[in-house]
């Protein structure tokens, strides 16, 4: 089992940049493959980016493709997110979560929430004009 904590959202300007976190409990979060969604209000939860457990793989939403960067550390059990050129549509509450994918090949990843078995609380990035 693993617990997630993301971290790094606020207030940022249309055009401007964030990196959120996603800090990991465990001993076995290499053997995750590691997933970005989000949430605005009224709206379904969306996939952002995934990562699979080797780093080699990834995978983004086109609205975010050029402007985020999904990565990860293993011996910090963290996951990022850099995101630039920040929109106003970008505004959501962002969750990381993590599949187990040690039986499946190293470059396993998802873009479909329902793979993921393990979510953060979530951490608020809100983008202005």
């Known amino acids: 089992q693993v617990q997630l904590a993301e971290s790094g959202g606020g207030l940022v300007q249309a055009g401007g940049s964030l990196r959120l976190s996603c800090g990991a409990s465990?001993?076995?979060?290499?053997?995750?493959?590691m997933g970005w969604f989000r949430q605005a209000p009224g709206q379904d939860r969306e996939f952002v980016a995934g990562i699979s457990r080797s780093g080699g793989s990834t995978v983004y939403a086109d609205s975010v493709k050029g402007r985020f960067t999904i990565s990860r550390d293993d011996a910090k059990s963290t996951v990022y997110l850099q995101m630039i050129s920040l929109k106003l549509e970008d505004t959501a509450v962002y969750y990381c979560?993590?599949?187990?994918?040690?039986?499946?090949?190293?470059?396993?990843?998802?873009?479909?929430?329902?793979?993921?078995?393990?979510w953060g609380q979530g951490t608020q990035v809100t983008v202005s004009s």
């Open positions: 465990g001993r076995t979060f290499s053997s995750y493959a």
């Open positions: 979560a993590a599949v187990p994918a040690a039986y499946y090949g190293a470059n396993y990843l998802s873009p479909d929430s329902s793979d993921y078995e393990y």
